[in-house]
């Protein structure tokens, strides 16, 4: 199959999901009450209400980032406040919040790789092949979503001591792919659903080899659910606290574990410079998703229009 050739039958099949898009919203946009069309500004009202109060936590946490552990305590809710860069200075200056980043950016990061390298294999293998037991194995990861990632923790532990794996990287890296595998392997396979099984069979009748038609037929579709896996997994592992307060000790700690340790104590804490910590810690995620946005939601999406 020639370049030309896979490279109009992408660009063909691409034209026809973004009309079925189109055409979907037309009628979604049909179906919608006479008065919510004539009034859109109701249900932008109310969204722009509802992320409000959802914003409201992550602005007192900016203002108690810049405030005196002082004026913290002496009248929080007060507009009689003392501001300052004491916090952050205190805390781009502690010499273990490296060692925090480093370890999280590590562990997040393979998490990531790892999760879709399975999911990207699992998904294909559900999407494409046919055999005795595919149900199950589908239905058994919808089963494991619902299950509450704390129940696992004893469980973790347990079989991390067995193994020897206490207080390791790997700990962390299998307990976090365990989590965020089976949202992977369903994303990866609506997205492979969406690709067309007789443009795969159209490169192999042309001789294109499994590789060539993965590189130039497969990929092209499904890449912005590959970001959106990789996203996904690695937000989970960043941010997670539990974990990486139970299966590591502080050497092996992560930027969520590591601050709680060290600036909330059992007799005093230090919310001010926690709050500056914690807005550092959430910079590397905003940044991810500013970029990579569109991806993530076309992503997410991926294999839902039919």
């Known amino acids: ?18 009309r079925y898009v189109r055409e979907a919203e037309s009628r979604e946009a049909e179906r ?8 859109p500004w109701v249900g932008y009202a109310t969204v722009a209400a509802l992320a409000v109060f959802a914003f409201i936590p992550v602005i007192w946490m900016i203002i108690t980032a810049f405030t005196s552990e002082e004026s913290i305590f002496r009248d929080p809710l007060g507009a009689d406040r003392t501001w300052t860069l004491e916090n952050f200075t205190a805390v781009l200056t502690d010499p273990n919040l490296v060692r925090f980043i480093g370890n999280g950016l590590f562990v997040s990061l393979t998490t990531s790789v790892v999760s879709l390298a399975v999911g990207f294999l699992a998904g294909y293998s559900f999407s494409k092949f046919r055999y ?28 991390m001591a067995k193994f020897g794996l206490l207080n390791t990287y790997p700990a962390l890296i299998i307990s976090y792919t365990t989590f965020t595998l089976p949202l992977s392997v369903l994303m990866m396979k609506n997205a492979f659903d969406a690709v067309p099984d007789e443009l795969i069979e159209a490169g192999r009748i042309d001789g294109a080899s499994e590789w060539r038609i993965m590189n130039s037929v497969i990929f092209p579709v499904v890449k912005t659910s590959m970001i959106a896996v990789c996203m ?14 139970t299966l590591v000790d502080t050497s092996k700690q ?17 919310y001010g410079q926690m709050m500056a910590a914690s807005l550092i810690s959430s910079l590397p995620v905003i940044a991810i998703f500013l970029v990579f946005q569109k991806q993530f939601v076309s992503g997410a999406l991926a294999g839902s229009i039919k």
């Open 32 to 39: 919608r009450p006479r008065r919510l069309r004539r009034r």
């Open 132 to 159: 005795r037991g595919r149900s199950t194995a589908m239905y058994t990861l919808l089963l494991a979503q619902m299950v509450p990632e704390v129940l696992l923790l004893l469980t973790l532990y347990t079989t």
């Open 254 to 270: 992560t930027l969520p574990a590591g601050l709680t340790l060290t600036y909330l104590g059992e007799f005093q804490s230090q």
């Open 1 to 18: 199959m020639s370049d030309t050739t896979l490279a109009n039958a992408i660009d063909a099949e691409q034209s026809r999901s973004g």
């Open 232 to 245: 996904f997994a690695f937000i989970r592992a960043w941010n997670d606290l539990v974990y990486a307060l």
